[in-house]
T-cell receptor, first 114, second 111 residues
Framework: AQSVTQPDARVTVSEGASLQLRCKYSYSGTPYLFWYVQYPRQGLQLLLKYYSGDPVVQGVNGFEAEFIKSNSSFHLRKASVHWSDSAVYFC???????????FGSGTKVIPCLP | EAAVTQSPRNKVAVTGGKVTLSCNQT?????MYWYRQDTGHGLRLIHY???????EKGDIPDGYKASRPSQENFSLILELATPSQTSVYFC??????????FGAGTRLSVL
């Protein structure tokens, strides 16, 4: 069975500063990895996904993630945070695209004035 | 654009009552899923389906049933609702080689 750990429940970051959200997964096979974002009172929207190839994958709105197999990690990054990035971010793993996803508990991002 | 529609958006139910949550997708996807979201737990899989007439148990199926009468529709049924089932429920659809698309969620309160 697979699992996902997001160790930070909340992250406060100054607008314009860089952001990194941590994600570690556990899965015995080759993982399909995802980051989703949930804005208030909305469903989940895909930010980016990874299965193979370049370990740094680009997503929407300036987000990127890096797959580090040796560390079982798939951290999400953004170079400069905007107030509109206020949301909950979920990391997820599955055995294949469109297979059932296993989610982490989510990280709430709170941008603040610098 | 992929579309997944859930109804109702909000529901208040009484303990012991029957609740049906509906999901419709216009993407012609084979796979559909029901998740619940609770603070501190992320999303947890309740039931899923690989096509019309099929349902499978997810990680937390107790107290829930599912029905997939057609390619487009996937329902989640609480025969005897309990307060512990108060949550936000999300439906998703997807197909092999593609990602999952989520509905906007149903907020259920069981009093």
């Amino acid at each position: 069975a697979q699992s996902v750990t997001q160790p930070d429940a909340r992250v406060t970051v100054s607008e314009g500063a860089s952001l990194q959200l941590r994600c570690k997964y556990s899965y015995s096979g080759t993982p399909y990895l995802f980051w989703y974002v949930q804005y208030p009172r909305q469903g989940l929207q895909l930010l980016l996904k990874y299965y193979s190839g370049d370990p740094v994958v680009q997503g929407v709105n300036g987000f990127e993630a890096e797959f580090i197999k040796s560390n079982s990690s798939f951290h999400l990054r953004k170079a400069s945070v905007h107030w509109s990035d206020s949301a909950v971010y979920f990391c997820a793993v599955s055995p294949g695209f469109a297979s059932a996803l296993t989610f982490g508990s989510g990280t709430k991002v709170i941008p603040c004035l610098p | 654009e992929a579309a997944v529609t859930q109804s109702p958006r909000n529901k208040v139910a009484v303990t012991g009552g029957k609740v049906t949550l509906s999901c419709n997708q216009t993407n012609n996807h084979n796979n559909m899923y029901w998740y619940r979201q609770d603070t501190g737990h992320g999303l947890r899989l309740i039931h899923y389906s690989y096509g019309a007439g099929s349902t499978e148990k997810g990680d937390i199926p107790d107290g829930y049933k599912a029905s997939r009468p057609s390619q487009e529709n996937f329902s989640l049924i609480l025969e005897l609702a309990t307060p512990s089932q108060t949550s936000v429920y999300f439906c998703a659809s997807g197909d092999w080689g593609d990602t999952l698309y989520f509905g906007a969620g149903t907020r259920l309160s069981v009093l």
